[in-house]
Structures are given as structure tokens and as C-alpha cells.
């Protein structure tokens, strides 16, 4: 019986080219911090080794903690006293970021229809990005944070997809079985493996991430057309 649907919000709920995003969201956050000195390729890859640090995360810290522990490795203690520069970005100048997403109006139809259900919904956004970050992203979307039991940050999980635990995590904070779940999203890679954990899949194709060209037809998939259809099955 399905009682819980989960959601990946970028390029899922939030129809986005994950490239285009990401480039427009260092552009942005390069020239934010540029008068506290650093260095735009050094910023950009200090970022993505604190990213690398997120992602092979044990929980034994929180992602955030994580994140700054490596990123201070890098630049110095120093950091700690810039980070309100960075929360005062994540308010301001990355909202400009909106403007290279799409925007899916069935992802607020599909969410109304699911919570007039009685459908339970998490957002399992990797949790890379703090909760300003995601809460804005999620509003991009034309939801509200307040549509989720559950939605993932750096601040509130150790953990980051594909791994595993992630899933489990949710499923443990949910109260509910992995069996009760769906999980919905873009990447084959980091949202149909919630499969190994006993959940439902379905892979929504309109941003469709498949970084090793796997065989999609392997998962339920399609549009949100076909999503509406397959929920409307589960629910019967």
C-alpha cells in the first residue's frame, strides 16, 4: 500500500538543465564573495571538494559540518567568519538563479492531488545546499516548504545520494516501511537506486539525468502525465 511519496525537486519538481543551473549559481556566487578575496577558480573548486566531502558523508556529522570542515581545510579558519557572507547570498543575489529554471505547474496540481489524498511527501533533494537555498528552490517550484513532512538540507542529514542510507534516513524520520514508499525523480543514478532499499520507483524523464546510458525501460518512467496515471494505479 503506498502511503508516502518522495520527490527529487531539481529537475523533477523544479524542471532545470542541471549545467546551465549550476554555472549560473557560481557566476552569481563568485562575484558575491569576490571582496572577501577569493579567487573564483579556487572558490569553484573548493566548493565541489566540500560537495565531494557532502557526498561520501557517513553520518557521522551533519552535511553541513561537512562542508565547512573540508572548505576551511582548504582556505583556513577564516572561512567560519565569512559564512553569514554566504547565508546573505543564498537570500539575495541566488535568487537571480530562478531565471535559467523552468517552471512545471502539474508539479503543484500533482502535490495538491497527493496531499488531498492523505499521501505523505518529503522532498529527498540531495542535501548539498543549506535550508535557504533549498526552501527558495522550493518555492521556485510553486510549492511550499510547508507541502513537505520532510524536506533534506546540509544542516538536518549526514548523508547524500546515491547512498543508501539517505533512503533510510527518511523512511526512519517518516515513521513509515520503505515498502509504503515511491520515490520520484530524474536520475537514474541517484533516485532509482532507492529501489535497493524496497521502494517504488518512477523516473520522471522530462530533465532526464542518465550519466552511464542505462536502460531506462527498467523503471517505471515517462512524464507527469504518466506519473499522474501510475499514482492514480497505486492508489486504487
Not at 557526498?55 to 565569512?82: L, M, Q
Request: glycine share 8%; with cysteine.
Amino acid at each position: 500500500m503506498l502511503k508516502t511519496v518522495l520527490f527529487d525537486l531539481d529537475g523533477t519538481l523544479l524542471p532545470m538543465d542541471n549545467d546551465v543551473f549550476t554555472r549560473t549559481y557560481f557566476s552569481h556566487l563568485t562575484k558575491a564573495v569576490a571582496p572577501l578575496g577569493y579567487e573564483p577558480k579556487q572558490l569553484i573548486d573548493g566548493i565541489w571538494a566540500g560537495t565531494a566531502a557532502m557526498v561520501h558523508n557517513d553520518g557521522s556529522c551533519t552535511n553541513a559540518t561537512a562542508f565547512w570542515r573540508k572548505f576551511s581545510a582548504i582556505f583556513g579558519e577564516r572561512v567560519y567568519d565569512d559564512e553569514p557572507v554566504f547565508d546573505t547570498f543564498y537570500r539575495t543575489e541566488f535568487q537571480n538563479a530562478k531565471s535559467v529554471c523552468g517552471f512545471a505547474p502539474e508539479s503543484k496540481q500533482l502535490v495538491d492531488w497527493l496531499k488531498g489524498r492523505g499521501v505523505c511527501l518529503a522532498l529527498a533533494t540531495n542535501p548539498i545546499f543549506p535550508a535557504v537555498a533549498t526552501q527558495s528552490r522550493i518555492r521556485w517550484a510553486g510549492l511550499e516548504p510547508g507541502d513537505f513532512a520532510l524536506y533534506t538540507t546540509y544542516e538536518n542529514i549526514g548523508y547524500c545520494k546515491p547512498n543508501l542510507k539517505y533512503y533510510a534516513e527518511i523512511v526512519a524520520r517518516l515513521g513509515c516501511r520503505a515498502e509504503e514508499c515511491l520515490m520520484v525523480g530524474n536520475d537514474v543514478d541517484e533516485d532509482m537506486v532507492a529501489r535497493e532499499l524496497g521502494m517504488q520507483v518512477f523516473l520522471l524523464t522530462d530533465c532526464l539525468l542518465n550519466r552511464h546510458h542505462k536502460d531506462v525501460s527498467a523503471y517505471p518512467n515517462g512524464g507527469f502525465s504518466a506519473l499522474r496515471t501510475y499514482l492514480t494505479q497505486q492508489l486504487a
